[in-house]
């Protein structure tokens, strides 16, 4: 068990910081195809605390703030917000987010472990889990309706990978929009 602020983030530990990669992969949906995008970003995790819910259930926690921009021309084309939360009791993982577009997402699931000192985070949810859901606006949900989200976080040492799938109902079409990086953590001197 590793402490950070006398807190067991457990798996989440490792997040903490400040990361920047400039490897990123985005494909998403256009009307007439799909738009790929190379992409840098920095995402930024910092400590929270412990959260008490119904005075039974600790949550350790992290805020987190997510900027990516489009290498051809720098602009903004990401941003995003939210929490990711550790129950040791029920070895569960929780990722909030909320993105300006009018879509927020309550995400869960496991974490593993792997001999080597790789942790690895996955989360899912969809509009059709009891648990885990997505909320939208009424102009997104009658335009570019997200159905389902998965995310995958693969952390060793100083290196994190991820992908991430969001499943939108756009143009007509379903289209499955996905995201990919590796970030390193920068080293404070």
Known sequence: ???TDNIDYGPLEGLIGIWKGNKGVDLAPEPDGVENNAYYETITFETVGDVS????QLLAVLHYHQVVQRISD????????????????????MHSLTIPRGVCVLAGGQYHAHTN??????VSAGLDNKDWQIIQSPFMNENARTTAFE???I?????LKYTEKTTV??????FEHTDENELTREISD
């Open 1 to 3: 068990m590793s402490l």
């Open 151 to 153: 995310h995958k976080i």
């Open 53 to 56: 819910n119904a005075e039974t």
């Open 117 to 122: 000192g790789t942790t690895v985070l996955e």
């Open 74 to 93: 720098n602009k903004f084309i990401h941003d995003e917000t939210g929490y990711w939360h550790w129950d040791a009791h029920s070895n569960l993982i």
């Open 155 to 159: 952390l060793k040492g100083n290196t």
């Open 169 to 174: 109902d756009i143009y007509g079409k379903i």
